[in-house]
T-cell receptor, first 113, second 111 residues
Framework: QKEVEQNSGPLSVPEGAIASLNCTYS??????FFWYRQYSGKSPELIMF????GDKEDGRFTAQLNKASQYVSLLIRDSQPSDSATYLC?????????????FGKGMKLTVNP | DGGITQSPKYLFRKEGQNVTLSCEQN?????MYWYRQDPGQGLRLIYY???????QKGDIAEGYSVSREKKESFPLTVTSAQKNPTAFYLC??????????FGSGTRLTVV
């Protein structure tokens, strides 16, 4: 069973701070890594994806990938109250020629005004 | 606009009843997926289909069934064999490396 582990939450940060969310995965063959944001009662929406080791920046969001350590993280700079949501880490897994995403349990982030 | 449509948004099931959740996409994606989400939990894979007329069991397929007769449609039936069906059900599709697109979900409650 391929697993994706996220830090137990919840995480609370003040407005304007940096929020750091972390994720580890067990499948060394994984090539694609995703971060989804899910507001309460809503479906997940993709906010970042990363395929190569290193950092990938998109606005206030930075995804970091270290395949050797099987670790992927998401940094949110200048956190806003609207960033308050659950963040899901997802990793692709290929088994028997079929590809699927394996999700972590999610980390609830609260940004306090 | 392209997207995934799930219906109904809310569904109530009586004990011993089968219910079917609809999922339709107009994104021309080959692969479609059904996930279940329980409160405070991540997404668990029920069934997935990479191509028409073919599908595979996910991690929690017991008590569920699917069909994939058309590329656009991937309905999920929650059978009476599923003893704890109350959950948020999410359908997703993908056609590229850029992650999944999700529908808006169906919230199923047993009454």
């Amino acid at each position: 069973q391929k697993e994706v582990e996220q830090n137990s939450g919840p995480l609370s940060v003040p407005e304007g701070a940096i929020a750091s969310l972390n994720c580890t995965y067990s499948d060394r063959g994984s090539q694609s890594f995703f971060w989804y944001r899910q507001y309460s009662g809503k479906s997940p929406e993709l906010i970042m994806f990363i395929y190569s080791n290193g950092d990938k920046e998109d606005g206030r969001f930075t995804a970091q990938l270290n395949k050797a350590s099987q670790y992927v993280s998401l940094l949110i700079r200048d956190s806003q109250p609207s960033d308050s949501a659950t963040y899901l880490c997802a990793v692709n897994s290929v088994q028997g020629g079929s590809e699927k995403l394996v999700f972590g349990k999610g980390m609830k982030l609260t940004v306090n005004p | 606009d392209g997207g995934i449509t799930q219906s109904p948004k809310y569904l109530f099931r009586k004990e011993g009843q089968n219910v079917t959740l609809s999922c339709e996409q107009n994104l021309n994606h080959d692969a479609m997926y059904w996930y279940r989400q329980d409160p405070g939990q991540g997404l668990r894979l029920i069934y997935y289909s990479q191509i028409v007329n073919d599908f595979q069991k996910g991690d929690i397929a017991e008590g569920y069934s699917v069909s994939r007769e058309k590329k656009e449609s991937f309905p999920l039936t929650v059978t009476s064999a599923q003893k704890n069906p109350t959950a948020f059900y999410l359908c997703a599709s993908t056609g590229t490396l850029y992650g999944y697109t999700f529908g808006s979900g169906t919230r199923l409650t047993v009454v």
